[in-house]
């Protein structure tokens, strides 16, 4: 099946500065990669997701970027903010019959004003 | 609409006992899921259906159960409960069958004693 790998665990970045999250995937048929936002004590919520056909997404201050080659992609988050401070978790689905979601470990973000 | 929606919000049981927890959705998703969550392994597929009468077992399936009566509602059933089964559950569900943008219910936290 597929194993997600997911770092760091832990990062702590001052307001304005940039994050990056980046995750790695093992199974090559996996072709839909979204990323998660929890924050404390709330359920996760998709903050966006790309395709394999797709290298680079971008919604505002977010974007995704994917490597199907090195089986990696990666989150950016620019200008952080408080607000961003929460953890979050990559995923991925194969293409296959058996469509089920694999998550990361997750990364808890910090953002220091 | 409510959107995901799950009972009970907490629960406290009893080694062996059996209990079932609740999801809904009004948005007439046919794929809903069922995961835990325990902290530092992010969340994990316990099972899901993509379609009334339709289930199917994801990472970590044992010692749970699901029906798949109607589009709405996919409850899960613990059928003796264990201290390893203390964990926070989420309930998710999206359109279609290809299990992508999955929305997630505000978790039932589960402690057994």
């Known amino acids: 099946g597929e194993n997600v790998e997911q770092h760091p665990s832990t990062l702590s970045v001052q307001e304005g500065d940039s994050a990056v999250i980046k995750c790695t995937y093992s199974?090559?048929?996996?072709?839909?990669f979204p990323w998660y936002k929890q924050e404390l004590g709330k359920r996760p919520q998709l903050i966006i997701d790309?395709?394999?056909?797709?290298g680079e997404k971008k919604d505002q201050r977010i974007a995704v970027t994917l490597n199907k080659t090195a089986k990696h992609f990666s989150l950016h988050i620019t200008e952080t903010q408080p607000e961003d401070s929460a953890v979050y978790f990559c995923?991925?689905?194969?293409?296959?019959?058996?469509?089920?979601?694999?998550f990361g470990s997750g990364t808890q973000l910090t953002v220091l004003p | 609409n409510a959107g995901v929606t799950q009972t009970p919000k907490f629960q406290v049981l009893k080694t062996g006992q059996s209990m079932t927890l609740q999801c809904a959705q009004d948005?007439?998703?046919?794929?809903m899921s069922w995961y835990r969550q325990d902290p530092g392994m992010g969340l994990r597929l316990i099972h899901y259906?993509?379609?009334?009468?339709?289930?199917d077992q994801g990472e970590v399936p044992n010692g749970y159960n699901v029906s798949r009566s109607t589009t709405e509602d996919f409850p899960l059933r613990l059928l003796s409960a264990a201290p390893s089964q203390t964990s926070v559950y989420f309930c998710?569900?999206?359109?279609?069958?290809?299990?992508?943008?999955?929305?997630f219910g505000p978790g039932t936290r589960l402690l057994v004693l």
């Open positions: 995923a991925a689905i194969s293409s296959g019959s058996a469509r089920q979601l694999t």
């Open positions: 948005m007439n998703h046919e794929y």
């Open positions: 998710a569900s999206s359109w279609g069958q290809s299990g992508e943008t999955q929305y």
């Open positions: 259906s993509v379609g009334a009468g339709i289930t």
């Open positions: 790309i395709r394999s056909n797709v």
């Open positions: 199974d090559s048929a996996s072709n839909y």
